[in-house]
């Protein structure tokens, strides 16, 4: 199970950082992810890490704004949004994949039920 929490509202060039604990057992196993889906359009992935750290995929959009960590002895992956745009807007998912999943989203097959997330101009 995965349970998102640190969304919230932000004016645009604020900062948030979302959070995603995982319960049970070989959190360390997975490839983790962060995923986001804006009315009207379709989820894209923002962000994702891979077993040991060694490897981050950063979306375009976010490049340079965001950061994706983990903690496996918490079982914790958590993604720091700084410089927040109006853009940024959506329903933010965690999600838990095979250890090659990589930056697809169909690649990912434990979600969490999503945090949103507003930036006001």
């Known amino acids: 199970q995965l349970v998102e929490s640190g969304g919230g509202s932000v004016q645009a060039g604020g900062s948030l950082r979302l959070s995603c604990r995982g319960s049970?057992?070989?959190?360390?196993?997975?490839?983790m992810g962060w995923f986001r889906q804006a009315p009207g359009k379709e989820r894209e992935t923002v962000a994702t890490i891979n077993l040991s750290s060694s490897s981050r995929y950063y979306a375009e959009p976010v490049k340079g704004r965001f950061t994706i960590s983990r903690d496996d002895f918490k079982k914790t992956v958590d993604l720091q949004m700084n410089n927040l745009k109006t853009e940024d807007t959506a329903v933010y998912y965690c999600?838990?994949?095979?250890?090659?999943?990589?930056?697809?989203?169909?690649?990912?097959?434990?979600w969490g039920q999503g945090t949103q997330v507003t930036v006001s101009s």
């Open positions: 049970g057992g070989h959190f360390s196993s997975y490839a």
């Open positions: 999600a838990a994949g095979l250890p090659r999943a990589g930056s697809v989203s169909n690649g990912y097959s434990y």
